[in-house]
């Protein structure tokens, strides 16, 4: 297992979640300002990235757009705003960026993971695969990727996590999984078969023996490309820690 280089770990512009395949805590917030349901942000160097759910879609936001979000995402709720931000405030609430934190429709401040603390990808000698458990998560994610939108696969993601028990920590059964997986995937896939399908695949797989997994995904620019992958634990299962540090995570499933 590959630990991480303190160096290559950066700051994400949203706020971090516990370590935990579990989701956090719903936190209570002063904050003016959120995002409408199922948009993501995040930050790199100057420029805003953003994640739209409903609409499979990335944009963005430069200059001094991208300020004057960045500045009224910050403010907490009893900030006067000065006549720059409320012409601000306008504008993203108008485009449904943002939204009153206490509005009768409110925003939510959604937070990713913190980077991978390593990484357990690589090959077995043997597969240990067990057949049914393969079918029942090759079907899911073949019907999701194949005839549903994205955000149907994001909620089928929550939702499997959802319904595990609390339990134990399984990084080793999980680690012994995702090689195994990993180890069939010249049988189960093409070489363009994108990370989508191969990371909801490895969720799916997993959920099947009752182990919860993260899904992860992030971007990065010049050029502009997005990516994403599993975590069990902040140790990722199914690609390199070099890779996916080079990606500011948007959104933790």
């Known amino acids: 297992m590959k630990p991480a280089d303190p160096a290559r770990i950066r700051d994400e512009a949203a706020l971090p979640a516990a370590l935990s395949c579990r989701p956090p805590p719903r936190a209570t917030s002063r904050s003016a300002f959120g995002l409408r349901p199922q948009l993501h942000v995040c ?12 609409a499979d879609r990335y944009f963005a936001l430069t200059g001094e757009d991208a300020e004057a979000f960045q500045a009224l995402y910050a403010l907490d709720a009893d900030t006067v705003l000065p006549a720059d931000l409320r012409r601000a405030k306008r504008r993203f609430t108008h485009l449904d960026l943002l939204r009153e934190m206490h ?6 401040r959604p937070c990713v993971r913190p980077p991978p603390i390593g990484s357990a ?25 194949r005839l549903c939108p994205f955000r149907h696969m994001i909620q089928a993601a929550r939702r499997w996590k959802d319904k595990l028990p609390e339990g134990p920590n399984y990084l080793y059964e999980a680690i012994d999984h995702a090689r195994s997986l990993h180890r069939l995937t010249p049988f189960l896939f093409t070489r363009h078969e994108s990370c989508l399908f191969r990371s909801l695949l490895l969720v799916r797989y997993l959920n099947v023996f009752g182990i919860p997994a993260d899904w992860e995904f992030g971007v990065r620019l010049a050029p502009f490309c997005a990516h994403c992958w599993v975590e069990h634990e902040g140790i990722v299962l199914n690609d390199h820690q070099d890779t996916v540090l080079s990606y500011t995570k948007i959104l933790s499933v």
Not at 121 to 145: E, K, Y
């Open 43 to 54: 930050a790199i160097d100057s420029t805003l990235i953003f994640l739209d759910i409903e």
């Open 121 to 145: 990808h690589g090959d077995v000698l043997q597969a240990r695969m067990r057949p049914l458990p393969l079918l029942r998560a090759l079907l899911s994610s073949l019907v999701l990727t």
């Open 103 to 108: 509005a009768a429709a409110p925003g939510c």
